[in-house]
């Protein structure tokens, strides 16, 4: 089992930039597959991006070309940078660990993760 405690959100305007941490903590964190995931108010939870152990990356076509996920195995952190944010990107994001046995196709669901972070909310204003 692997702890994860998001950092980063806050509140910004339409056309800026956040970028989000995700620190693990109590696993192997360079075996695990990592994912970001986001839940508006109203809504149901949707995925975002995720990253290989291997380093493979995928995303969500509503953030294709504006967010990046990367890691950083020294640091047992994996990262979300967002640019050119939207208000429709207002959520809580919450970052996700599965193992290395999961295979990529299925790293888009949330069902495939077994350890998640409480989250961190951003909203982007108008």
């Known amino acids: 089992q692997v702890q994860l405690v998001e950092s980063g959100g806050g509140l910004v305007q339409a056309g800026g930039s956040l970028r989000l941490s995700c620190a693990a903590s109590?696993?192997?964190?360079?075996?695990?597959?990592m994912g970001w995931f986001r839940q508006a108010p109203g809504k149901e939870r949707e995925f975002v991006a995720a990253?290989?152990?291997?380093?493979?990356?995928y995303y969500a076509d509503s953030v294709k070309g504006r967010f990046t996920i990367s890691r950083d195995s020294a640091k047992n952190t994996v990262y979300l940078q967002m640019n050119s944010l939207k208000p429709e990107d207002t959520a809580v994001y919450s970052c996700?660990?599965?193992?290395?046995?999961?295979?990529?196709?299925?790293?888009?669901?949330?069902?495939?993760?077994?350890?998640w972070g409480q989250g961190t909310q951003v909203t982007v204003s108008s």
């Open positions: 109590g696993g192997a964190f360079s075996t695990y597959s």
């Open positions: 990253i290989r152990w291997s380093g493979s990356t």
């Open positions: 996700a660990a599965a193992t290395s046995l999961v295979p990529p196709v299925v790293l888009r669901t949330a069902n495939a993760y077994g350890d």
